[in-house]
């Protein structure tokens, strides 16, 4: 477990780092903040298009060059959704798949604030969707780590994203949604498929990480969509996920999970006959109900001895309903038993939802700049 903490902090320290440097270049002192300030890096941080097409075209500096720290002037502009910074970036030289010191992309930079616009421009110039750093990160991973829920679901479903690739410690996207408590994410990663039931270098599932931490929503979407055995399988310490919420005194995850598990020790076993016709619901009790009122219909209308007898017209009309009330029983039947399926999207639609999700993404808190 204390190797999930110190991936953590190292991940963090990192990004402590790139902000205290970026710190330096707006509170320095007057004559170094100018020299910090007037270099291609700052520029494209900023957007600042006057002063990087002066710096490069003027004075000839350089965008393919990283800075003093070993990042690269794309990635401040990813960072910060520069798309015409990156694009002019990019037609002069720089390189999309270029990677720093921890061998992060300008991609995994845009995850970091789920900058859409920017991505796009940078897997359209050719930028590697699957590109991992140092700690097996992919973009994926960034995001999620980020709570970058529209960035996942853009690469992914755009790109072809792996949402389910683990990182160096064998933990995927959900992973990581699931340790950061963002539910919308672990959502998606349901959605896409992921594998809740994926153990790491410790031994710990999704809902393990979620428990650690107290989310209590992001246990609760892991436990709707999963099983018993997702509450009773154990870490390399032998732990379930409520055993290690309790040591972690989070109560009130604790007593969800147990409550869980014990809602689902009450329920009838899947594997034997009462079990399976359970999960059938009140199906078979419609079915059942419909067809004995159609039996008494046939026997008490249709061939009744006591009533008249029935004309012509009159017993097409009785037997064409007891064939469309049969016929009703079995679209019934095969409609409980089949996927419903979903309805296809159209490149119209397609297009709407990717200019919303593009105008929803407004320029967050800056963090770095």
Request: hydrophobic share 40%; with cysteine; glycine share 8%.
């Amino acid at each position: 477990m204390a190797s999930e903490i110190e991936v953590v902090e190292e991940v963090e320290s990192r990004n402590e780092d790139e902000s205290s440097s970026s710190t330096a270049v707006v509170s320095g002192g007057v004559g170094e903040e100018e020299s910090l300030r007037d270099d291609v890096y700052t520029a494209a941080a900023y957007g600042d298009m006057e002063k990087l097409q002066r710096l490069v075209e003027s004075e000839g500096c350089s965008v393919s060059e990283p800075d003093g720290l070993g990042y690269y002037a794309l990635q401040w502009a990813a960072l910060n959704n520069r798309t015409a910074a990156a694009q002019y970036i990019i037609e002069h030289g720089g390189d999309v798949n270029a990677a720093d010191h921890t061998g992060q992309t300008a991609l995994h930079w845009s995850a970091v604030r789920g900058a859409v616009q920017v991505a796009e421009l940078l897997l359209q110039e050719g930028g590697r969707v699957n590109a991992a750093d140092m700690y097996g990160y992919q973009p994926t991973h960034v995001a999620a780590q980020y709570g970058q829920t529209a960035f996942l679901y853009y690469v992914v479903t755009k790109w072809n994203a792996d949402p389910d690739v683990p990182d160096n410690d064998g933990r995927s996207p959900l992973h990581w949604a699931a340790y950061k408590g963002f539910a919308d994410c672990i959502r998606l990663l349901l959605f896409l498929d992921a594998y809740r039931g994926r153990q790491d270098k410790e031994g710990c599932t999704p809902l393990h990480w979620a428990a650690i931490r107290g989310h209590l929503e992001a246990c609760t979407v892991l436990v709707q969509a999963g099983k018993k055995e997702d509450l009773i399988v154990t870490d390399n310490t032998g732990l379930t996920p409520a055993q290690l919420a309790s040591d972690k005194s989070h109560r009130q995850v604790a007593f969800f999970l147990g409550n869980a598990r014990q809602l689902y020790d009450k329920r009838c076993d899947g594997s034997t006959r009462l079990g399976k016709l359970s999960k059938l619901g009140l199906a078979p009790v419609l079915c059942c109900t419909i067809f004995l009122l159609l039996t008494t219909y046939i026997h008490a209308v249709i061939l009744a001895s006591t009533l008249p007898k029935l004309t012509a017209a009159g017993a097409l009309f009785a037997w064409l309903g007891v064939f469309l009330a049969t016929a009703g029983l079995v679209t019934f039947y095969r409609c409980s038993r089949k996927d419903p399926g979903y309805i296809r999207r159209s490149q119209h639609d397609s297009q709407n939802i990717k200019d919303d999700v593009s105008s929803n993404l407004a320029v967050q808190t800056k963090k770095k700049v």
